[in-house]
């Protein structure tokens, strides 16, 4: 299974990205997904994730009200719009694939990554 993430890039405070992440297989819809992000110095983090039907979704609290996750089983992807982007959301994003349907914050509980894609926020 190959993850290929994308839609990163450089934006001002207040504004708005789309990233997405597109799955190899075919057999994408029978697994949860989720987004998580590192910031330099940092930890990985949870961001957002969604069941595979897509009719649950979790978010951390740092992104409620922001963030949207999504995905499209025919297209084999999933998406995360960013609103309200801050400086600290500055980060390289992941996309990872749950080992099961059910969707976890731990991120040793994904078990495919896409390659990242950096998103910075300037004040």
């Known amino acids: 299974v190959q993850l290929q993430a994308s839609g990163g890039g450089l934006v001002q405070a207040g504004g708005s990205l789309r990233l997405s992440c597109e799955a190899s297989r075919r057999t994408f819809s029978d697994y949860a997904m989720a987004w998580f992000r590192q910031a330099p110095g940092k930890e990985r983090e949870f961001v957002a994730a969604?069941?595979?039907?897509?009719?649950?979704?979790y978010y951390a609290d740092s992104v409620k009200g922001r963030f949207t996750i999504s995905r499209d089983n025919a297209k084999n992807a999933v998406y995360l719009q960013m609103n309200n982007l801050k400086p600290e959301d500055t980060a390289v994003y992941y996309c990872?694939?749950?080992?099961?349907?059910?969707?976890?914050?731990?991120?040793?509980?994904?078990?495919?990554w896409g390659q990242g894609t950096q998103v910075t926020v300037s004040s």
């Open positions: 990872a694939r749950s080992k099961s349907s059910v969707y976890y914050t731990y991120f040793n509980r994904y078990d495919y």
């Open positions: 969604i069941n595979w039907g897509g009719s649950n979704t």
